[in-house]
């Protein structure tokens, strides 16, 4: 969707380098969410983001969501070939529906 | 241990076919969801209900329809009015009011 941005399309990185991801939106968003996904299976949740500056830490994987609530970034420090996979972010406009906006995704590999 | 189960894992539907899609949930999670997949693309919303009974169009719903019957099941039809039905299935899952939380394997379909 146009509403919402997702940068790079794909990224190839060696094992050990950090790397950023990042998911813009055209209007200000109600929450924001990160999920992983493996070729061919079903997505999994990573982080919620819902207030302005807010940012959040799994493992090595940090998010964060920009004060203007527009703009996500997902880094990823020390990256390990179980990184791999397409990282997709999704925006949340209503706040009760629970419907997101998906962006396109990123698809990451780690070279060892 | 709780999750959602989409079956088949690969369908094929010949022309003019009517095929449906399963989603089945032990998380007694009110929402569900189905999603569409296309390559290098990020998911759309397809149909989503909230409560057992009732369910709402996505973003794509043209082609496609559901029934939500029992709060664990939430089948998707693909109609032979959808011309275009080639892609990756995915079912999903979450407390009421949230977006989703846990996903399905996905189904990919066919055309033969």
């Known amino acids: 969707s146009q509403e919402l941005e997702q940068s790079p399309q794909s990224l190839i990185v060696q094992e050990g380098k950090n790397l950023t991801i990042n998911c813009t939106s055209s209007k200000t968003l109600y929450g924001l969410y990160w999920y992983k996904q493996k070729y061919g299976e079903g997505l999994i949740f990573l982080m919620m983001l819902q207030k302005g500056g807010e940012e959040k830490s799994h493992e090595k994987i940090t998010a964060k969501l920009d004060e203007k609530k527009q703009q996500s970034s997902l880094h990823i420090t020390a990256s390990q070939p179980s990184h791999a996979g397409i990282y997709l972010c999704g925006a949340d406009y209503s706040g009760n529906t629970g419907k997101l906006i998906f962006g396109q995704g990123t698809t990451l590999q780690v070279k060892p | 241990d709780g999750g959602i189960t989409q079956s088949p894992k690969y369908l094929f539907r010949k022309e003019g076919q009517n095929v449906t899609l399963s989603c089945e949930q032990n998380?007694?999670?009110?929402?569900m969801y189905w999603y569409r997949q296309d390559p290098g693309q990020g998911l759309r919303l397809i149909y989503y209900s909230q409560i057992v009974n009732d369910f709402q169009k996505g973003d794509i719903a043209e082609g496609y329809s559901v029934s939500r019957e029992k709060k664990e099941s939430f089948p998707l039809t693909v109609t032979s009015a959808q011309k275009n039905p080639t892609a990756f299935y995915l079912c999903a899952s979450s407390i009421g009011g949230w977006p989703p939380q846990h996903f399905g394997d996905g189904t990919r379909l066919s055309i033969l």
């Open positions: 998380l007694n999670h009110d929402a």
